[in-house]
């Protein structure tokens, strides 16, 4: 029994030595490393927080917010490793194995990383915003909303259209409503037989009645062809971009109201047939 104790004694001895021993060789550092822990999440929250508040109204929100996040989640990464280091963990092979599955995750994403570099792209150089009416990708909707990754825009007849924002970024891309006045080209024909300069007066005074064409610059109206079978009139005239389908469907109505009534015609297509007769 006493043997027992005695085991039990130097076994506890033991133990208590070498708790001494791990306080005094690494409870300096463990300190130092709560400490470094602690001050260096109170720095990189308030450096985020400052970047966010400088960079506020000069870049799209939903950029500053990943943005925020990636440089938060990165430097308190960089915090953890080095924190770790103090402590005397290996953090080499470590720093390799995130670095190798930071590479397998970029190859495996290649597409969902061009998308978020174009919409990074895109958030930062507004090339449209939300509520532009835009042609990219074979289509033409209103931008309803730019994400990270993709842009979601509404076409005429309500479909909704998501377009990958590396596809935009990278291609051709339209902004309808970039300018604030647009030029409507409008093609008018008449036949052959009717008076030019009678046509072009009625022209111009149904262009001087649609109080939505802007005065300057000067709509322009002129003979632009003489076509199979017609004298085929230009008529171009600015509007404000709100207007413009307004103004493109009224000018057509208003002009063939006014070539009937004064007797100007419009050519259409027509085919004569002959029959013969054999006998």
Known sequence: MDNILETGESQAKEISMWAMDMIMAYGPNLVLAILTLIIGMWIINKLVAGVDKAMQGKIEPTLLRFMHSLASIGLKA????????????????????????????????????????GGALILLFKPFKVGDLIEAQGFIGTVREIQIFNTIISTGDNRKVII???????????????????????????????????????????VSEEA?????????????????????????VWVNTADYWGVFFAMHENVKKAFDAEGVSIPFPQRDVHIHNAN
Not at 84 to 96: L, N, R, V, Y
Not at 98 to 113: E, M, R, T
Not at 173 to 195: K, Q
């Open 78 to 117: 960089m915090l953890l490793i080095s924190v770790a280091s103090m402590i005397g963990i290996e953090t080499t092979s470590f720093i390799a194995v995130l670095g190798a599955a930071g590479l397998a995750v970029g190859l495996a994403l290649q597409g969902s990383l061009a998308n978020f570099a």
């Open 164 to 206: 990958p924002n590396g596809a935009l970024s990278n291609g051709s891309m339209i902004n309808i409503n970039a300018e604030s006045t647009r030029r409507v080209d409008l093609l008018f024909g008449i036949g052959y037989g009717d008076d030019i300069d009678k046509a072009k007066a009625v022209l111009q005074r149904v």
């Open 212 to 236: 939505r064409i802007l005065k300057t610059p000067e709509p322009t109206i002129a003979v632009s062809a003489l076509a199979d079978s017609s004298v085929n009139f230009v008529c171009r």
